[in-house]
Structure formats: C-alpha cells, structure tokens
C-alpha cells in the first residue's frame, strides 16, 4: 500500500464532505472551487498552521502528535472507526516496517472450535483479517452455505462481490456490500503490507466495478454489532443479530455469532436450518 497517497485520499475524501455550515464556518466567496472545506479552513478548526496541514494532506504523517491528529480528527468530524483509521495511518507513516499487525493463523486452535461446537441455537464462525471464514460451527456453515460451495477458500467478500447468488443471499445486499468494502479498508490500514490483503483487494478491485467505486470513497467501519437479513435457500428470510469479538489469544481473528430474537418467525427459521443441518445426508446422496 502507498501509505501517502492512502493518506492523501482519505484526508481529502473527508474534507470534501463537510460544508462550512456544517462545520460551523461562515461560507466566504460565493463561488467556492472545493467540494465541502477548504485545506485552510480545516487548519484553522484544527489550530495549525496552513503550511502544517498542506503538508500533513500530502501524506506526511510520520511523526504527528496523538494531539494534533486529534484536533485533525475533530475539524474533520471524523467518527470512531475513522479516527482508529487515521491513527492506523500515521503508525505505518512512523514505523513502516512495525506498523502491520499479524495477520492471525490460518487455522484456529482446537479450544475454539469446541467452543464454536458448544453454541447450540447460534450460527458462529471464526474469520480472520482477510474476511476468510477459518472454522464454523454446523449452524455456522449451514446459514453460509451458499459461500462455502466456492471454489477455494471461503471468503465473504469474495462471495459478496464476485458470485451472483450473493444478491438474493444478502437480503439488503448494497448495504452488506458497502460495510463490506469499509471494513476491508479499515483492515487495509491495520494491515498495510499483509499481501494476502493487498491481493485480495487487488482482485476484487479487477473483477468487481461496484467494488472499484466503493473503495473510492475511502470509508472505514467498525464490524462489532448489528442486524444482518438473509434470505437462505433452504429456510428463507432471516433476519438475525450479531455480534463481533476479538480472539484476544489469536491476533487477528474473531469471532462473528448470529442468533435471532426469541418467538420470531426468524426463530422458527433458524431452528429449522439447525434441524436440517443435524440431518445426516443418505449415502446414496453423497455418490
């Protein structure tokens, strides 16, 4: 990854979105040049020089301050995902060769497994850094059915971007797609020279034009809780709350548990898929 020019667009990319009004500036010139602030307007909101910020905007991070990349993140309205983001940036800018994080094993540790196996009722899977699915409870990989029939490495974005199915899998699909893209940039930034990573965007980036202008926008998340909607080919609509955890004994793995809210239709739904998973395939099926 070219951390400057990852610098260069993202500092730019969030400039661009907010208007003096909204910053609480007076809008001078009527005919304004810049989408959204302009560099010295954000210097002034960040109490540093216009020279200090030019250069910080041209990907000079090395070196900056907690403080001052605080008072940047606070000019910019930066949210918390965006301000671990920009943090992540200037540790690489600092320390280039120690900046990226393990990118985790790839297979995860027995204890994990037998506690996946002991979460009866929940769909639950391990991943790591790179959106690969490394171990699954049967539930688990029952709810992911259709990415694990990829050729491969089961991998969520891979699925998301590249197999059609994804479309009608992921119920509210364009959401899923767009988290999906943010959280592979917020990786990106923990991550910059795990080559596992940069390949995999490098393909997406080839194969998928609603990923190409989804990375454009230079968005990050934080994937740690939410409402995700399915609809599975064998059990139909699904609509299930998850929660995302650090292995904390595993850097760069985490744990991802779907469940569904008691006495739902999503319920019923889910147990059945439970139920359909439990069901041993007949030989005759498996020739």
Do not use: C
Not at 40 to 52: D, I, P, Q, T
Not at 255 to 279: D, H, Q
Request: glycine share 8%; hydrophobic share 40%.
């Amino acid at each position: 990854m070219d951390v400057k020019q990852e610098v260069r667009d993202f500092l730019v990319s969030r400039r661009s979105r907010i208007t003096p009004e909204k910053a609480g500036l007076p809008a001078w010139g009527g005919n304004r040049r810049v989408k959204g602030l302009r560099r010295e307007e954000v210097a002034l909101l960040a109490g540093v020089s216009v020279e200090y910020y030019v250069r910080l905007e041209r990907g000079n991070l090395g070196g900056v301050s907690d403080g001052v990349l605080q008072s940047v993140a606070n000019a910019l309205q930066l949210d918390e995902a965006e301000r671990a983001h920009l943090h992540d940036l200037a540790r690489t800018s600092t320390a280039p060769l120690r900046a990226s994080r393990p990118v985790g094993r790839r297979r995860v540790r027995p204890q994990v497994q037998w506690l996946l196996d002991s979460m009866g009722g929940t769909a639950a899977y391990v991943r790591n850094a790179r959106l690969d699915l490394l171990a699954t409870n049967a539930l688990g990989r029952a709810l992911y059915a259709p990415v694990y029939e990829m050729a491969g490495r089961p991998n969520t974005a891979r699925f998301l971007f590249l197999d059609p199915r994804a479309q009608e899998f992921f119920s509210e699909w364009s959401k899923v797609a767009g988290e999906a893209a943010a959280l592979l940039r917020t990786l990106a930034g923990e991550n910059p020279y795990d080559q596992g990573l940069t390949e995999l965007v490098g393909e997406l980036s080839t194969r998928s034009e609603l990923f190409r202008t989804l990375w454009a926008t230079h968005d990050v998340r934080q994937h740690r809780t939410g409402i995700k909607r399915f609809h599975h080919p064998v059990v139909g609509d699904l609509t299930l709350a998850y929660e995302s955890m650090e292995l904390t004994a595993d850097t760069g793995l985490r744990l991802n548990a779907y469940v569904a809210e008691p006495g739902t239709p999503s319920a019923a739904a889910l147990a059945l898929l439970g139920s359909w998973a439990a069901t041993p395939v007949p030989a005759a099926m498996k020739e």
